[in-house]
């Protein structure tokens, strides 16, 4: 049975009760907070494993809860999965730039939502039991410690930007299409019609990629008409 602490924020007390219920039944440990403000707090109280974000909150909202979590070293690995009527792919792309695990929109089955809870700390867990550290070039990754050194230079990337990374640098020079590469920033969901990340997302995510690497940037190479690779020569 798990036994991890999943932080539910929303103002919507009906949702809150709902998500918590699901939560609970799976064997979750439940914290559920009403605002953005108890939510930061709570967080730094006792660190959560995840956290379901909606993102309409009163106050300090949703996108800027995430925002402060991610900019924090402390709290930045914790995966995130957002809930909200928000559903755009501007709403979208904002949440996983900002280094969201997932994105759930309402109305929402309570199933689908644990699935998606699951598959985040399956993510998290897998990216922590995975310690090999992956040199390219000037690049250091270290999957456990969810750090990345470009040169000397350490490297802030969300979630999605780290875990795309990952994957192109356990095949160096290795083509991968922009559907494979979907899978490996999603990971296993079989709730394939809600998917989170999107091949535009993806171009998205390598463009960010690039910048925030500096000049390692240009590893990443645009192979025309099939995808990304990171060249190793």
Partial sequence: MARETVLVVDDEEDILELVKYNLAKEGYTVVAVASGEDALAASRTKLPDAVVLDLMLPGVDGLEVCRRMKSDPTMRHIPIVMLTAKGTEADIVTGLELGASDYVTKPFSPRVLTARVKAALRRDA?????????RVRQLTIHPGRHEVLAGDVPVSLTATEFRILVFLARRPGWVFTRQ???????????????????????????????????????????VRGVGYRLRDD
């Fill in 126 to 134: 897998e990216s922590t039991d995975e310690g090999g550290v992956l």
């Fill in 180 to 222: 494979q590469i979907v899978d490996a920033a999603q990971g296993d969901d079989v709730y394939v019609a809600d998917r989170f990340v999107t091949d535009r997302s993806v171009d998205v995510h390598i463009v960010s990629l690039r910048r925030k690497l500096g000049p390692c940037g240009a590893y990443i190479e645009t």
